[in-house]
């Protein structure tokens, strides 16, 4: 199962918890979990971009994620 | 990927668009003119907050030579959201930024459009629409904004990022990172410094205004000419304002003289096709330098509290920060940006990091190069320049105690790959600038700067013509030099000189879908979509030689621009070159061309550190930059010296914001310097020639090892400025910019102490 991080602002949502496994062959199922989990996290969620084992994407969707995947939700950044 | 030799990468032709900019033949935003064109023009609020009662367009009306109007009312109301890549954009707030419904917002929020026959007679429209105004008390800044019962902007926000969170406020947002024990941490600490840091709205500057040629045809389709970073974010943005099917639109991009993030949201551009509607002709319409002050996206003015701990060696035990960021009129600073990067650089074992975002009566920011980083760096790398002098250290010392390395995990989550933070401080510090000596009233600043750098969607085509040149094609307004990239990325793939590449900007009807140009992404992401398509082209070359042989293609090498046989090979002419190809294109299956399209990760983190030297003069507070060096980890340098370029011109910007820009507010909360002559940016004579050290630590996310450049640089300048006044004075000061009235007063408050060096 993936290891999920959340960044502590996004705690209080998941009741204190900010390291989850998750379950999911992409970002968007897993994504589609932590809100069905989380249900008040599910609007959180659509500022968040997705870094996959470094790799950050800001438009998270179906990249795939792999059992021993890292994932950690970071705030989407605008650039100039 | 380092070993590579590359023949074409790293060289420095002459621009392909250079000619044609420096000879003025380059058209830009505001260079279109159609038959039967009409003047638009935009009136605008003179209230920072206000309601508005009504709008009588009556007596305008029947000015002559004019042929349409539009208020809020013209303009559907929609609640959708447009991913426009660098941001999830609520078209909601765009729209009604563009035209006030209801309320205005800040002072110059537009409430009414006008289309005549001549810019007089759009005026004379202007001056006799009647708007009648509830005023509002204004909120300017966040300790306004936050206080109790302070105005409130918007009846139905709440603080998106806490749990429960009750309305109306004015505070859209509240963000958090933390890592390990922060008291623990300071508890370990020997020295602890605590500042609170305040930096001004600024704007980004750009010296073409903003401006648009619309038409709207009889057959519902329309055209928009315009100077924008992102023609297919222009596209998406008024064809869902405006209310029309976005496969009705399509969108031109001009020459673009300069953007840096502030051409991507649109203003004009929705109000001249609404006016085009309306009248049946196309409309022109030209923001003055005092509308794009008041009424275009400058960036956040912020308020900061850093808090830093560390031991007598310079490792820091823990550090906090507490960013709150101006939103302006609507939700939306960068905040999150800010708290993200605040301690990239650095590899802190605890901190905790809040941020808030927070509208106030100003225009809504917009991007603005490294959105949020400068102010945060400021405040950090100021604080840690105070730890040094209290604990005696070096500068570029208690950077490299405490820098981040690959594997350390970045403050806002994953690990970092390969980064170039050390291989800078070592740079530095073997400088001659570092060691340099330094004279009386003069003082020596350091600072280090972090950017993600951008990724996202792009598209290229690359087209192959039968003398063997080339022209590749993308969306991407060239605003850095792009297109020589791009040529030199062609040449280098297909061994073909880089004067035989044409590269070509196209409209959203021509190019692939491309992201904007903006986050630092072009070389890196488009650049790797030409890359691709170029490779496309050069496996059909190999196929074509493949045919002119008889031989299976995978026989066929491709080595320095030319197809090599197979041994036994004896028909010619062998090798073949791309022209010897191309000119049998029509012989071998037709005409060649390649095309790639991606969606790339956001590229490796960018990092930079700037020197800055500088001479306060005690009797005036002026601030005299002597001598400047900017170092940057640039992964690739595809064409040097437009990397150079957009280091100085960074490293220029941010020096402005240090020393001289700032908007002025009245009580009222209207603008009082919405000029170049009030407005003090730096210009040429302002500034020494900007030296730059071009660090390459190859990114593995590009072939070429491309890492992004064009953001990081404005991050470091503000610290660099500011430590070296405070070398230069002994005064911390923490609030921009270092006018001279702020230095002076300074100067005199701390009792006129002796300046020199310290």
Redesign the interface.
Same mark, same amino acid.
């Given at each position: 199962m993936a290891t999920v991080?959340l960044?502590?602002?996004?705690t $209080?949502?998941t009741g204190g918890l900010s390291t989850l496994t998750i379950e999911a062959p992409r970002v968007a199922d897993l994504l589609a979990t932590l809100a069905a989990r989380y249900p008040?996290l599910g609007p959180?969620l659509? $500022?968040v971009?997705v870094?996959v084992?470094?790799?950050?994407?800001?438009?998270p969707g179906y990249q795939a994620v792999r059992p021993t995947s890292?994932v950690?939700?970071?705030?989407?950044?605008?650039?100039? | 990927m380092s070993e590579r030799v590359f023949k074409y990468i790293g060289t420095r032709p002459i621009r392909h668009d250079g000619v044609d900019k420096v000879t003025g033949r380059a058209n830009y935003g505001a260079d279109l003119t159609l038959p039967g064109m009409l003047h638009g023009a935009v009136l605008r609020s003179p209230h920072a907050h206000a309601r508005i009662v009504s709008i009588d367009t009556s007596a305008a009306e029947a000015v002559a030579g004019i042929k349409a109007i539009v208020t809020g009312k013209d303009f559907p109301e929609t609640t959708a959201k447009l991913a426009l890549g660098e941001a999830a954009i609520d078209l909601h707030d765009i729209a009604d930024n563009v035209i006030a419904r209801t309320k205005v917002l800040y002072g110059g929020h537009a409430v009414a459009a006008v289309a005549a026959t001549n810019p007089d007679a759009a005026r004379e429209a202007l001056s006799k629409i009647n708007v009648v105004y509830d005023v509002l008390k204004p909120v300017l800044t966040v300790d306004q904004a936050t206080a109790p019962n302070a105005p409130i902007l918007h009846d139905a926000m709440v603080t998106k990022g806490v749990k429960d969170a009750k309305g109306p406020t004015n505070v859209a947002a509240r963000m958090e990172l933390k890592r390990g024990d922060v008291e623990k941490g300071f508890a370990e600490a020997d020295v602890v410094v605590e500042r609170e840091y305040r930096t001004p709205t600024v704007h980004q500057g750009y010296i073409e205004p903003h401006a648009c040629v619309a038409r709207f045809g009889e057959d519902g389709r329309a055209v928009v000419w315009c100077s924008t970073q992102g023609p297919f974010a222009v596209r998406d943005q008024v064809a869902a304002i405006v209310g029309i099917d976005p496969a009705l639109v399509k969108v031109i991009p001009s020459e673009i003289g300069g953007g840096f993030g502030g051409k991507i949201v649109v203003y004009l551009e929705p109000l001249a096709v609404a006016l085009s509607r309306k009248a049946q002709r196309p409309v022109k319409m030209v923001m003055s330098r005092d509308e794009v002050f008041k009424a275009s996206g400058p960036t956040s003015g912020t308020k900061i509290r850093v808090k830093i701990g560390a031991k007598r060696d310079g490792t820091v035990t823990a550090a906090s920060a507490s960013l709150y960021y101006e939103a302006g009129a609507y939700r939306g600073s960068p905040a999150g940006a800010g708290m993200a990067c605040a301690y990239a650089p650095y590899k802190f074992p605890n901190f905790f990091i809040e941020a808030f975002d927070v509208v106030v009566n100003k225009p809504k920011v917009a991007a603005y190069r490294a959105p949020g980083s400068p102010m945060a760096s400021f405040a950090v790398e100021s604080t840690l320049d105070e730890i040094a002098r209290e604990l005696r250290l070096d500068a570029v010392d208690l950077r490299l105690k405490n820098a981040a390395a690959e594997g350390d995990h970045a403050p806002y989550g994953p690990a970092y790959g390969p980064i170039g933070v050390k291989t800078i401080l070592d740079a530095v510090k073997n400088h001659p600038h570092w060691s340099a000596p330094l004279g009386r009233n003069q003082g020596r600043g350091l600072a280090l700067g972090f950017w993600f750098n951008g990724g996202m969607n792009s598209s290229a085509t690359v087209l192959l013509n039968p003398d063997g040149s080339a022209a590749v094609i993308t969306g991407n307004p060239d605003i850095g030099g792009t297109r020589a990239a791009q040529a030199l990325m062609v040449s280098e793939e297909l061994g073909i000189p880089v004067e035989r590449v044409r590269p070509i900007v196209a409209d959203t009807d021509t190019s692939g879908m491309t992201d904007v140009t903006g986050g630092s992404r072009v070389c890196y992401a488009t650049g790797m979509a030409v890359i691709n398509a170029a490779r496309d082209v050069r496996e059909q070359l190999r196929a074509r030689a493949a045919k002119i042989w008889d031989v299976d293609v995978e026989s066929i090498k491709w080595e320095d621009g030319q197809a090599i046989p197979p041994p036994g090979v004896e028909k010619a002419p062998h090798p073949l070159g791309v022209a010897d190809i191309g000119a049998k294109m029509a012989h071998t299956g037709g005409p060649i061309v390649g095309r790639a399209s991606l969606y790339a990760p956001m590229a490796g983190p960018g990092f930079g550190a700037h020197i800055c030297d500088l001479e306060v003069d005690p009797e005036t507070g002026r601030t005299t930059i002597l001598r400047y060096t900017a170092f940057q980890d640039v992964g690739k340098a595809v064409h040097p010296s437009y990397v150079e370029g957009q280091i100085q011109g960074g490293a220029a910007q941010g020096i402005g914001w240090a020393l001289n820009e700032e908007y002025v507010y009245n009580p009222s909360g209207l603008m009082e310097n919405a000029g170049f002559l009030d407005y003090r940016m730096p210009v040429a004579s302002d500034l020494p020639m900007i030296e730059t050290v071009l660090i390459e630590v190859a990114n593995p996310l590009h072939p070429y090892g491309v890492r992004g450049v064009g953001e990081v640089p404005i991050v470091p300048p503000l610290a660099a400025v500011a430590n070296a006044v405070r070398q230069a004075t002994g005064i911390r000061f923490t609030e921009l910019p270092l006018s001279p009235p702020r230095v002076l007063a300074g100067i005199e408050q701390a009792s006129r102490q002796p300046v020199g060096v310290s």
């Open positions: 991080h960044p502590s602002g996004l $209080q949502f008040e959180q659509d $500022q971009a870094a084992d470094g790799e950050i994407y800001q438009d890292e950690h939700l970071v705030p989407r950044i605008a650039g100039g | -």
